[in-house]
């Protein structure tokens, strides 16, 4: 346990112990984040913080009140869970809130790297230039960021919980683009900077950005599709979004509503939330400090289980699967660390199976029309291509599409063994990518 | 305050800075949810700290820090300089910015009755009253209710000698009531969807709304789209409601007016625009019935202040007069790019980040005309009311909303109420088919309190006046 987290837990035991209520928990979240954004092919922003900031719930009877600061002095702690007390004999009594949860042991994992906490002002402008480089020796323009974060999460109550973990977090971002409409991007999530080729992933976005130039039109239809794996990631983060919890299942608002043992996916398709995975990001226990248990969601396209809390652990008759989010949260429990199976492809393989189709780099502005068949419409960006006879053709200008991703999803015909990681340092997806057998593009840009 | 503001201008300048800004922000919030009867969340929250941003070797710098003891806060002015100076590891022009008068001055929101003196009790009463009433309607198996209080108090202090200080206060909520069906979600919001209406100003906020008063019509209404149709597809002429063309003008006007991401500051996270600098006094928007402002000084609007974090004083200046693209919303290092002064539009969302351009009161214009007479006017067509999704592209073109709920136009008359009723357009094309604006009577400024940008991320509260407006030949219906 390193010298922040014995700092965050001795805030915590104060906080539960100040507060003046049948039960308390405290959530304290330290840390310090610095981003570096580029555009135009120059730094235009550069910015760094530090914070930490504690979160009170309490409760008397079955009544939760929750109240936050940032600030620690015992002036502004004592105010803090004074404020939280005062909340909880506010509200009406909750007959279905089961308590705080009892302690249990988390599974320890050593989440943060030391290049990462090296990693300075300096480094990331290092960085910068040399994805800058790569599109300016082109005759191209890179924007995007460099952002390195370092956390520590510590949580306890008084019923015995007393948990804490910490972790770092690189995430660079880079969009090349060029003046005949192309454009490319390349991403890079890790807890570890040491791991970061900057060179090598401004080449990769410059190189997609040439390739994308002087795209056409494509006539509005349902194609056969290859999704790169950031194109997946966000289908998979509305999956979660809309469907993977307890709260959505027990409303009637999700997918998996009514559907628990039936195959609904395909049978080639298998999405699980593990944040004990050797390569998970994040903390390995969730806002209660619960340990978060794997929760296979859907097994070889066959509906699982939903992610709970203890709220609807409790209200639904169902384990506590240790993914509660901060509290007062009016989401339910969420999965933050999904994984998608990987399958034996390259993503050339799966390009090479498709006669006429399209491939997406990733999407943009994707949002929920309706919830339970996960009708998404959205935006193609940074590289879209025709696929004919098996190969990348010609580029297209980004379309539109609107589609159940329940249905994309029933007909996948192919993953890659290769995943990514897409998100960030407190929970990030791990996915393929995949070839879909339909996909409805509504619309394109100008 | 000022002292500690002053000393970290002082020591920026001291360290190499050639322009130094610092902001004290301190802001307390107040949430209460209330879902299916149960109150869901009682949330009080305070943060405050110190924000220096710094121009050193010619670029940016910023650091901020949550300790308000002198010598964290010098040492983080410092750092502020160190890092402007790694910036410039990478060569680019010096920043310039546009001139800005030199300031001292206190600006404060209206509030009538300051919401954090009423109580959590009252509050909580009439959250639960409202969704008692929405859950006597059978049908309705959700319900959820929502208020939300900010404080905000704001120093500025800068290197050109401004100090000034700020103090606002602002009130939201609303309620929603959601009927399930067999793989439908239909949900029915009232003032807003998405968080309600909000405004600058308190308790009485809270009190015109008459969330209790509206609960029996927002149920029925959710109660009546489960057996409602899908909406029709096709192209129709459509009347959209002013809640819906508030975040029509929000998506589609207010981000591609913002010159930094017209300039490409946004273009690897929120994306361009498609407006080029030379659009300027020649691209024709939208037809001659639309005319859009950017409004800092509409009184109790989310969107106003008295200087923005720039020091730049509130302003209203013309985005679109009469259908041709007249203006951006800018900085003082934006505005230089188009020969400009700025116009007041930098905002941040609190003491750790730094301001970015972000919409203010962004209107279209009301025009004449009542809503009935419009829609006696439309032969065959679609209403629609109350966001429900919304979608645009990278420049700010292709773009798809779904609304709540709509009705059948028929010779001038609604008809049959519809379900998810969604539509698409190209933006200039859209605004150029826009055909009539409701009169000033059925014109309101629309609080939104969730606009996301950069990178952090930062939440900006603003609004949008907006009356119903006609659009003639838009595709309805998309997937359906």
């Known amino acids: 346990m390193n010298e922040q987290e014995r700092f965050a837990r001795d805030i915590a035991a104060r906080a539960v112990e100040m507060t003046d209520a049948h039960q308390a928990e405290a959530v304290v979240a330290a840390g310090s984040v610095a981003l570096t954004r580029f555009a135009n092919n120059l730094i235009?922003?550069?910015?760094?913080?530090?914070?930490?900031?504690?979160?009170v719930r309490a409760v008397v009877d079955s009544r939760q009140g929750v109240a936050s600061t940032n600030h620690l002095d015992d002036a502004s702690l004592a105010a803090c869970c004074k404020a939280a007390a005062r909340a909880a004999r506010s509200a009406p009594k909750d007959p279905d809130f089961p308590g705080l949860p009892d302690p249990q042991p988390v599974a320890q994992a050593d989440r943060s790297r030391q290049a990462s906490l090296d990693f300075d002002a300096n480094a990331r402008a290092r960085a910068a230039r040399s994805i800058i480089d790569q599109s300016a020796a082109r005759g191209l323009t890179a924007a995007g960021a460099v952002r390195v974060a370092a956390h520590t999460l510590a949580i306890a109550n008084s019923r015995g919980v007393d948990v804490a973990a910490s972790n770092t977090g690189i995430k660079v971002t880079v969009l090349s683009s060029g003046t005949h409409g192309g454009s490319g991007w390349a991403s890079f999530t890790s807890p570890d900077a040491a791991e970061l080729a900057a060179a090598a992933l401004g080449d990769e976005a410059a190189t997609l950005a040439e390739r994308s130039a002087d795209p056409g039109g494509l006539e509005p239809g349902s194609y056969e599709v290859v999704l790169a794996p950031e194109a997946v990631a966000d289908i998979a983060d509305f999956l979660a979004y809309v469907g993977f919890s307890a709260r959505a299942v027990a409303e009637g608002r999700s997918f998996m509503s009514g559907h628990a043992g039936e195959k609904v996916l395909s049978e080639m398709l298998t999405i699980a939330d593990d944040a004990l995975a050797e390569h998970a990001m994040g903390p390995t226990f969730d806002f209660e400090g619960v340990p978060k248990q794997r929760v296979v969601l859907v097994d070889g396209g066959v509906i699982g289980r939903p992610v709970t809390d203890s709220y609807w652990a409790a209200r639904t008759g169902s384990p506590n699967t240790g993914h509660a989010l901060p509290a007062p949260n009016p989401y339910g429990p969420m999965p933050l660390n999904l994984e998608i199976a990987p399958g034996e492809a390259t993503i050339d393989e799966l390009v090479a199976g498709v006669k006429r189709g399209v491939y997406v780099t990733r999407f943009h502005y994707v949002n929920v029309e309706e919830p339970v068949p996960v009708v998404l419409t959205g935006m193609t960006r940074d590289g879209t291509f025709m696929i004919e006879g098996g190969r990348l053709t010609k580029p297209l200008k980004n379309l539109r599409f609107t589609q159940s991703m329940v249905d994309a999803l029933a007909d996948v015909r192919g993953i890659t063994a290769d995943r990514r990681f897409v998100g960030g340092e407190m929970g990030a997806s791990f996915v393929p990518g995949l070839r879909l057998g339909s996909f409805a593009f509504t619309g394109q840009t100008d | 305050m000022r002292e500690l503001l002053e000393a970290a201008v002082e020591a920026a300048t001291s360290a190499g800075a050639t322009y130094t800004d610092v902001r004290f922000v301190d802001t307390t919030n107040e949430e209460i949810s209330v879902a299916n009867g149960r109150v869901e969340g009682v949330e009080s929250s305070a943060s405050s700290g110190i924000g220096v941003r710094v121009i050193a070797e010619g670029r940016w710098g910023f650091a901020a820090t949550s300790t308000l003891e002198p010598d964290d806060v010098t040492r983080t002015a410092r750092q502020a300089v160190e890092i402007a100076k790694a910036s410039a590891l990478v060569a680019a022009e010096p920043v310039h910015l546009s001139e800005v008068p030199i300031v001292q001055d206190r600006w404060e929101s209206p509030c009538e009755r300051d919401p954090f003196d009423i109580s959590l009790e009252d509050k909580i009463a009439l959250l639960l009253a409202a969704d008692e009433t929405m859950r006597a309607e059978e049908a309705v198996s959700l319900t959820k209710a929502h208020l939300g209080f900010t404080r905000v108090r704001k120093h500025f202090a800068s290197s050109i000698g401004s100090y000034i200080e700020q103090r606002y206060v602002e009130s939201g909520g609303g309620i929603v009531a959601y009927a399930i069906g067999e793989g439908d979600v239909l949900p029915r919001s009232y003032p807003n969807s998405h968080g309600g209406d909000w405004r600058q100003g308190g308790w009485e906020v809270i009190e015109a709304f008459d969330l209790a008063g509206n609960a029996a019509r927002v149920a029925d209404q959710a109660a009546q789209l489960l057996s409602a149709p899908s909406c029709p597809a096709g192209e129709l002429d459509l009347i959209i409601d002013g809640s819906q063309i508030a975040l029509q003008v929000h998506e589609s006007i207010g981000h591609p007016t913002e010159l930094d991401r017209v300039l490409g500051d946004e273009a690897?996270?929120?994306?361009?625009?498609?407006?080029?600098?030379?659009?300027?006094?020649e691209l024709r928007y939208g037809s001659e019935h639309v005319t859009v402002t950017a409004d800092a000084t509409v009184p109790g609007s989310l969107g106003s202040f008295g200087y923005d974090d720039e020091g730049v004083p509130a302003q209203r200046d013309y985005l679109i007069k009469d259908g041709l693209f007249t203006g951006f919303q800018t900085s003082r290092e934006s505005a230089v790019a188009i020969g400009r002064a700025s116009n007041g539009c930098m905002r941040a969302d609190g003491w750790n980040r730094i301001p970015l351009i972000r919409m203010t009161t962004v209107s279209l214009e009301p025009g004449d005309g009542s809503f009935d007479d419009l829609v006696a006017d439309t032969e065959d067509g679609l209403?629609?009311?109350?966001?429900?999704?919304?979608?645009?592209?990278?420049?700010?073109?292709?773009?798809?909303?779904?609304?709540?709920?709509?009705?059948?136009?028929?010779?001038?008359?609604?008809?049959?109420?519809?379900?998810?009723?969604?539509?698409?357009?190209?933006?200039?094309?859209?605004?150029?088919?826009?055909?009539?604006?409701?009169?000033?009577?059925?014109?309101?400024?629309?609080?939104?309190?969730?606009?996301?940008?950069?990178?952090?991320?930062q939440v900006a509260h603003v609004a949008h006046g907006a009356a119903p407006a006609r659009f003639r030949g838009v595709q309805v219906g998309v997937g359906k």
């Open chain 1, 44 to 55: 235009h922003q550069n910015v760094a913080e530090t914070d930490m900031q504690v979160s």
């Open chain 2, 383 to 457: 209403y629609v009311e109350t966001n429900n999704s919304w979608s645009i592209d990278d420049r700010r073109l292709n773009f798809q909303f779904a609304c709540e709920i709509g009705w059948e136009i028929k010779n001038g008359k609604l008809g049959r109420m519809v379900k998810s009723p969604n539509y698409t357009g190209i933006t200039p094309k859209f605004w150029n088919a826009c055909d009539a604006v409701c009169s000033q009577d059925h014109w309101h400024v629309w609080g939104l309190p969730n606009c996301g940008k950069g990178e952090p991320m």
């Open chain 2, 268 to 281: 690897a996270f929120a994306g361009t625009s498609f407006l080029r600098t030379q659009d300027l006094g």
